[in-house]
């Protein structure tokens, strides 16, 4: 397999149940992100790890929890979330994360397919 | 602050028909701009990234231009494959640095 690879793609879920995302990478990529689509509404970026250290918090309430075990694989943990928590949840990853690195060339960013989350 | 603003939010061309989507920007100072495209049901896809103002790139019928304070998508001769909804972001050097600001995005629909 090749690019960014997420799972499920569907999620229906109640709000007291627990459920995980599931990302991986096949770009050899270190650094890895997780963002929120909602209708109208430009990406909100939630979290940033770069070679598996967390370096981006987006204000993000403490029922999303990620993980990153190493630089392919990435999880976001649910739960007990709310219905305005329904929106497509995209995984991405780059080469590294260049925050504070000025020297350092810009590389896109690359997408997966999503996960359609819904909350009952 | 730093802010991305894409107008118009839905375009409908026939066939052929030319035309430009506008993303705008406002940052501390600019490392980078992109446009992805998305369809239906994906992940946005890269098309481009443009460093400095005065730079172009090209791809098929597509043409991303950039100035100091925005960048256009030209698309020309557009067929029914183009529709997808378009996607700036910026990536700034101060503030939101290293993070993409994306805008809302334009739909973009083409009849045969």
């Known amino acids: 397999e090749t690019g960014v690879t997420q799972t499920p793609r569907h999620l229906v879920m109640g709000m007291t149940n627990k459920k995980s995302l599931k990302c991986e990478q096949h770009?050899?990529?270190?650094?890895m992100y997780w963002y929120k689509q909602s209708a109208k509404k430009p990406l909100e970026l939630m979290f940033v790890y770069n070679f598996k250290e967390q370096t981006e918090n987006n204000s993000v309430p403490s029922r999303f929890s990620p993980e990153c075990p190493n630089s392919s694989h990435l999880f976001l943990h649910l739960h007990t979330l709310q219905p305005e928590d329904s929106a497509l949840y995209l995984c991405?990853?780059?080469?590294?994360?260049?925050?504070?690195?000025?020297?350092?060339?810009?590389?896109?960013?690359?997408f997966g397919d999503g996960t359609r989350l819904s909350i009952l | 602050e730093d802010q991305v603003t894409q107008s118009p939010e839905a375009l409908r061309l026939q066939e052929g028909e030319s035309s430009s989507l506008n993303c705008s920007y406002t940052?501390?100072?600019?490392?980078?701009l992109f446009w992805y495209r998305q369809d239906p049901g994906k992940g946005p896809e890269f098309l481009f990234t443009?460093?400095?103002a005065g730079e172009e790139k090209e791809k098929e019928r597509l043409k991303a231009t950039l100035t100091k304070k925005e960048s256009f998508l030209h698309i020309t001769a557009p067929k029914p494959e183009d529709s997808a909804t378009y996607l700036c972001a910026v990536q700034a050097t101060g503030g939101s640095q290293g993070n993409l600001i994306f805008g809302k995005g334009t739909k973009l629909s083409v009849k045969p």
């Open positions: 443009l460093y400095s």
């Open positions: 770009l050899g990529h270190n650094a």
């Open positions: 991405a990853s780059s080469p590294q994360h260049l925050r504070g690195n000025p020297a350092t060339g810009n590389q896109p960013q690359h």
């Open positions: 940052v501390s100072g600019l490392r980078g």
